[in-house]
């Protein structure tokens, strides 16, 4: 029963282009998505959030959009630089307060 | 300014034995949370606790697994007779309820990861 899908394993993307990482989910109750970025042999770091009542929200070159219709959220990244090559997370957060994670999707931007 | 603090980092055990994690939490935080991360897959949740007390453990195996969070010391989560599948990388967080954010923003420890030989 996977709640939230990341569809895409991997995704690669030159230095200085856009990365588009995408994120369903199944649970219409969600009120908060949150992304987080995470490198090899650390815990997850938090990115950026919105909330249920928005359709976006930006930090920066991070911004987050969420089609509530759609139960479609997607993470835009630009310009990708290579410190931003990491496994990223969705997790919507649910009424209790628990995070749950997606699978994760494999950034990499090369130089 | 230490952020959430996990040991040991790795731990390796042989089937049966005892795993014990430890999870101190961000100073002023009192809440903790453990999540579990097989291969290859994203984290599940496991357990939510307060100081003493057990929020949410809808995540946790019913049995061998157990988790606390005394009011002195670090939380614990413990796993008695290890398995082969239990073998993944243990993430807590932690959080302060009362810190403004709407939505509990949970800060995660660098996590350990249990081998079972």
């Known amino acids: 029963d996977q709640q939230v899908k990341q569809n895409s394993p991997s995704l690669s993307v030159q230095e200085g282009r856009i990365s588009i990482l995408n994120c369903d989910y199944t649970?219409?109750?969600?009120?908060?998505f949150l992304w987080y970025k995470k490198y090899p042999a650390e815990g997850p770091t938090f990115l950026i959030s919105?909330?249920?009542?928005?359709d976006k929200n930006e930090d920066g070159r991070f911004t987050v959009f969420l089609n509530k219709s759609a139960k479609h959220l997607s993470l835009h990244i630009v310009p990708s630089q290579p410190g931003d090559s990491a496994v990223y997370f969705c997790?919507?957060?649910?009424?209790?307060?628990?995070?749950?994670f997606g699978s994760g999707t494999r950034l990499l931007v090369r130089p | 300014n230490a952020g959430v603090m996990q040991n040991p980092r790795h731990l390796v055990r042989r089937r049966g034995q005892e795993a014990r994690l430890r999870c101190s939490p961000m100073?002023?935080?009192?809440?903790v949370y453990w999540y579990r991360q097989l291969p290859e897959e994203g984290l599940k949740f496991m357990v939510y606790?307060?100081?003493?007390?057990?929020?949410?453990e809808s995540g946790m195996p019913k049995e061998r697994f157990s988790a606390e969070f005394p009011k002195e010391g670090p939380s614990i989560l413990r796993i008695q007779q290890v398995v082969r599948g239990d073998s993944a990388a243990y993430f807590c967080?932690?959080?302060?309820?009362?810190?403004?954010?709407?939505?509990?923003?949970?800060?995660f420890g660098p996590g350990t990861r249990l081998t079972v030989l």
């Open positions: 606790l307060q100081k003493e007390n057990i929020i949410d």
């Open positions: 967080a932690s959080s302060n309820p009362l810190s403004g954010t709407l939505y509990n923003e949970q800060f």
């Open positions: 997790a919507p957060m649910d009424s209790s307060y628990k995070l749950i």
């Open positions: 919105i909330s249920s009542i928005k």
């Open positions: 649970n219409s109750m969600f009120d908060y």
């Open positions: 100073k002023g935080h009192s809440h």
